[in-house]
């Protein structure tokens, strides 16, 4: 069982930014692909990035490619999101999740979509955009 913890969320007035991060302390965090999701009140959650293991590919969901910019640190195993120009859309809950499988850069990018492709998931961290 690999365990993810996100942090960063908070209260962000419309147009500013925010960095969330994903860590773990498993030994096989570089083996491991990356994603990001979001569920917003009321509605289901909905893929927002992905990050090869070593970093080197991502993908994008098309709505959000502009602001959104998903890196990760193996020095300190970690995946950060940073959102910016945010609007009241980009609220909601954000979880990380893991994937053993995932070759992001290689497999099909709607694979990296899907919630089924991610073995292991975080609790999700609550970001909330101010009028």
């Known amino acids: 069982q690999i365990l993810l913890v996100e942090s960063g969320g908070g209260v962000v007035e419309a147009g500013g930014s925010l960095r969330l991060s994903c860590t773990s302390s498993?030994?096989?965090?570089?083996?491991?692909?990356i994603g990001w999701f979001r569920q917003a009140p009321g509605k289901d959650r909905e893929f927002v990035a992905a990050i090869s293991k070593r970093g080197g590919d991502t993908h994008y969901r098309e709505s959000v490619k502009d602001r959104f910019t998903i890196s990760r640190d193996n020095t300190e195993n970690t995946v950060y999101l940073a959102i910016h120009k945010m609007t009241h859309d980009d609220t909601g809950v954000y979880f990380c999740?893991?994937?053993?499988?995932?070759?992001?850069?290689?497999?099909?990018?709607?694979?990296?979509?899907?919630?089924?492709?991610?073995?292991?998931w975080g609790q999700g961290t609550q970001v909330t955009v101010s009028a």
């Open positions: 999740a893991a994937s053993s499988l995932l070759r992001v850069g290689i497999n099909p990018p709607r694979r990296n979509e899907r919630e089924d492709e991610y073995e292991f």
């Open positions: 498993t030994r096989t965090w570089k083996e491991l692909a």
